[in-house]
Each structure stands twice: as structure tokens, then as C-alpha cells.
């Protein structure tokens, strides 16, 4: 799985729209949308943002 698959998968475990997690992340819904579809490879930083929105660790979202 991608970065942006695990993203996704850990927004609709849970059950949030994209709108939901980016407002959670601080940023907008079409960054948000780009990470998850690939269109954009977050920094460190963002997906530290991420994570902590998901509230799960960067290494879940990178994948092991």
C-alpha cells in the first residue's frame, strides 16, 4: 500500500470525510484529497500533522 492508501484507510477507520481529517490536520480538503490520491508526497512535517489528526503514529502511514 501507498502513503496515500494508508492515509485513507486510517480516515475511514475512523469514519471521517476528507473534509473532517483535513480540519483536523489543519489544512485544506484538496491537500488533503492530493495526499490521499497521490498527487502530492507530504513532507515529514505534514505527515506528523497527519498522524497526530488520525491519531496514530507517521510509521503507520509510511508503511512497514
Known amino acids: 500500500m501507498t502513503i496515500g492508501d494508508n492515509i485513507r484507510a486510517a480516515r475511514d477507520a475512523a ?3 476528507q473534509q473532517e481529517a483535513a480540519d483536523r490536520a489543519g ?3 484538496p491537500n488533503w ?9 507530504p ?3 505534514v ?3 497527519i498522524a497526530k489528526a ?4 507517521v ?4 508503511g512497514k
Open 59 to 62: 510509521i503507520d502511514l509510511i
Open 54 to 57: 488520525l491519531k496514530c503514529e
Open 43 to 45: 513532507s515529514v512535517a
Open 27 to 29: 489544512m485544506k480538503q
Open 33 to 41: 484529497c492530493a495526499y490521499e490520491h497521490g498527487g502530492r508526497v
Open 47 to 49: 505527515l506528523r500533522r
Open 15 to 17: 469514519c471521517w470525510t
